[in-house]
């Protein structure tokens, strides 16, 4: 019997990994050979997908960007043996992309099968549930703010604060809520997660239930990924029908169960206060905080509300300890980022490393520049809301206070990269234009500011009094970043002002054709 | 794509109860409703804000808020093709603009024999694949012209 992986990761699926599977499956039968098919997630080297391995006794062989034309040309050079073909790639845990990475929330995303369970313990889960448990739910709490941990859907807020915030305020119950509304256009990481290690979030939602005294969690995920439902979905019963969910978590006499909700296409239901209301079945409007999620958040009682990648590092820290995971990164910045790498890229993935790498390193060392092999012009860095970024400060290192200290972010760890063909004047428009159709109205400098920019920007275009359109634009951006509700419209500014700052060329064209795009 | 059932009272009010029990079970109402139905029709909203004891007004402001839920149904077959940054770098724009001409409809349009919807969404998550789709449901990556019109012969024929 020889397992060959093929990933069930959706990336994998858009370039074929059904159809190659079913090759595989088919040809097998046909030549007799004894195969057995694991559907695992994805490593993150997706410009490689589907990469399909077999696993040999020298190792995992993986095989590049197959399809199912290639099955019978790999059946024929051998490589349920992992023999050469122009499809390899030699050993995967000794490819360049692979091998630089600090793997720990995505230690077993890519490698396991991720809906048996057996995998899941043989490679160290649940031991940070057990260790969790040994400890009171206070030392629990203690040991995540040792950790360092920050939220990683982008604000950066230190999770140990935020739990004990929530176990200290009084109330009849309390909830966990997993924040899988991942908008943000380069950003995959959530849905690679729940994708290719579900039992890793689920575990740590358990973790959070029981430092806080939670017994109820809720998965909010956005609609725009149905296959990760899916998985997901038989993730949970899979946890329940063993007895990690429900009333007597591994025999204990803790309870916590997970609930799985899909959201509606509402970007901004990615904002905390927008989910809760969502969750609780209302339109995605944000609330005025105070009052914190942490006192008063889903159904008004204290609520975890916390990023799909903070939760799923939660086993790791438990399982290594909190200070093998503070000792990685730099400054304010523990541990390791999940980057991802997207857009007109080479080499696009997921590459997690420690904080601390230039911008540079990750564009040209890692992303390979760009796939259209132009120069690159402009890298947006934390989704729609993230400053462009030029070529000039390519020497930004990749932590929370740098990025925040040259008016950038981080955000969820998403990189979009940009050739030389971009049209930063476009980008800012469109930056404007987004804020406008996903705003959700409650505060007039987002609502009204977002569709004045776009028709300020369309001026500009026009050039129609171009310096006084600028100097209103930036006026409009200011009164936006001061005076909206949430991160929407607070930071829609962030893009159109870092474009109009980098690029200045684009926005003083003498004549420029009608919209082209 | 699965087939949807026309609209039926007593058929929506099973599924609203069956939900009941759910905390905050507005949201997954509208999904398993739209699921049947293929939309939200202007008739379930009262039924909806009966059994949940809000507002008919309520229930119409968290139906009309939320992109995903439709008033009438799609056509025959979805078409989501992302329009965000990733995709943009990768030229996504013109390539479906000139699809949508080709097939002589438009954005949240449906072509004129009820084949194939079109919607716009920001972000499929398959951003190293860029331009990406979703075809009733099923992802596509890096799409091209071929790529699009091989959709739209698929589906005017299913």
Known sequence: MTKVFVPLDMAAKAMGADKVAAAIAKEAQARGQNVQIVRNGSRGLLWLEPLVEVET????????????????????????????????IGKVEDH????????????????????????????????????????????????VTKSGLRGRGGAGFPTGIKWKTVADTPADRRYVVVNADEGDSGTFADRMIMEGDPFALLEGMIIAGYAVNASKGFVYLRSEYPQTAVVFRRAIEILQEAGWLGPKVRGSNFAFDVELRIGAGAYVCGEETSLLESLEGKRGIVRAKPPFPAMAGLFERPTIVNNVLSIATIPMIFEEGAQAYA????????????????????????CEVDFGLTLGEIVNDIG????????????QCGGPLGAYVPVKDFDLIFDYEAFAKRDALIGHG?????????????????????????SCGKCTPCRIGSTRGVETIDKIRQGQNVEAEIALLEDLCNTMKLGSLCALGGFAPYPVLSALRHFPEDFHRKSVPAAAE | MSQVSTWDS?????????????????????????????????AAVPQIAQALNVSRAEMHGVVSF????????????????????????????????????????????????????????????LCAHSPSALYDGEPVGRVDAEKLDEIAAEARQS
Not at chain 1, 333 to 347: E, F, H
Request: one cysteine or more.
């Open chain 1, 96 to 143: 360049p992309y692979w091998k630089r990475q600090h793997r720990v929330t995505f230690k077993r995303c890519g490698v396991t099968d991720p809906l048996s369970l057996s995998e899941y313990e043989s490679l160290g889960g649940g031991v940070g549930l057990a260790k969790a448990f040994a400890m009171s739910p206070a030392e629990a709490v203690a040991e």
């Open chain 1, 327 to 350: 000792d990685c990164g730099v400054g304010r910045s523990r541990g390791t980022m999940p980057l991802q790498i997207a857009g007109n890229v080479k080499y696009g993935g997921l």
């Open chain 1, 414 to 438: 998403g990189l979009v990269i940009f050739d030389d063909t971009v049209d930063m004047l476009q980008m800012a428009r469109f930056g404007m234009e987004f804020c406008a159709i996903e």
């Open chain 2, 10 to 42: 007593a058929r929506a009010q099973e599924i609203i109860d069956a939900h009941l029990h759910l905390e905050g079970p507005a949201m997954p109402i509208l999904h398993a409703l739209q699921e049947e139905f293929g939309c939200v029709p202007e």
């Open chain 1, 368 to 379: 390979g520049g760009t796939l259209s092999g132009r120069p690159v012009r402009a890298v």
């Open chain 2, 66 to 125: 939320y992109h995903d839920f439709r008033r009438e149904p799609a056509g025959r077959h979805r078409l989501k093709i992302c329009r965000a940054e990733s995709c943009q770098s990768m030229g996504s724009e013109k390539i479906a603009r000139e699809f949508l001409a080709r097939i002589k409809t438009d954005w949240h349009h449906t072509t004129p024999d009820g084949a194939l919807t079109v919607e716009a969404v920001y972000c499929l998550g």
């Open chain 1, 57 to 88: 006794p020298q190792g995992r062989i993986g095989y590049g960007n197959v399809s199912a034309k290639d099955v019978a040309s790999l059946f024929d050079a051998g490589f349920l043996g992992g023999a050469p073909h122009k499809r390899s």
